[in-house]
């Protein structure tokens, strides 16, 4: 069972399929905008309500679905882009970022549905990003931040070559060239191919 990547921005809807490599574009003949569904929107709130509940608690607020609901729509209208991991139509992960003038990306959301969670799902996950970012976002600044009680992203930013950019009450802002996550990325991959491969060589 393979993995469709979606990349979703407010003109257009490309789906990669990240076994084959097939990539199929679609924009609508009449050159209106094509808007992420309800049940696209649904799913993806219903990630971030799993992942970020407890770091809202820790600040001392609740997670609000119709704030992130209207968030969500704001920002694609705002020209934020979503590379949604489906399989079988579901979401399984998704990463939110926004381009912005002089050559900066802000990461603004990256998750991976906890239940679905696991290490192949995590490789055609790093897969679909690596496809999207390479040969596009190398000279950029890329902005990324997490709760300060959130290790786990912290443990991840510090590993992706990010450095300490801002620090506030409830979150550390990172920043990090875009030419070394992708090396990162590129470096994750390689490894697990190479292990993936002796896995079955063994069978």
């Known amino acids: 069972m393979y993995l469709r990547l979606l990349i979703l921005h407010k003109h257009h809807r490309t789906s990669f399929c990240t076994q084959t490599g097939i990539v199929r574009s679609s924009t609508p003949a009449s050159g ?11 799913q993806i709130i219903q990630i971030d309500q ?3 509940s407890k770091y809202f608690s820790d600040t001392g607020n609740n997670f609000d679905v119709e704030l992130r609901k209207s968030g969500i729509k704001s920002e694609l209208e705002s020209g934020a882009v979503f590379i949604l991991v489906k399989k ?14 002089n050559k900066k990306l802000t990461i ?5 549905h906890p239940i679905r969670y696991n290490p192949l799902t ?35 930013h510090k590993k992706l070559g990010f450095s300490e950019y801002e620090s506030g009450k409830h979150q550390i802002t990172y ?7 992708i090396n990162k990325l590129e470096t994750y991959i390689k490894i697990t191919t190479t292990l993936r491969s002796r896995a079955f060589s063994t069978q």
């Not at 998704?94 to 381009?99: Q, S």
């Not at 603004?108 to 991976?112: E, L, T």
């Not at 920043?175 to 996550?181: A, F, N, T």
Request: net charge positive; glycine share 6%.
């Open 88 to 101: 079988n139509e579901q979401i399984v992960g998704y990463v939110e970022y926004l381009e912005k003038e």
């Open 32 to 42: 209106k905008n094509v808007k992420m569904t309800e049940q696209e929107i649904l």
């Open 175 to 181: 920043r990090c060239k875009g030419s070394e996550i």
């Open 108 to 112: 603004k959301s990256a998750q991976i």
């Open 122 to 156: 995590l490789r055609r996950f790093i897969t679909g990003i690596y496809s999207r970012f390479k040969g596009s976002f190398e000279d950029y600044d890329i902005i990324s931040a997490a709760h300060r009680t959130n290790r786990k992203s912290i443990s991840l």
């Open 50 to 52: 799993l992942n970020m």
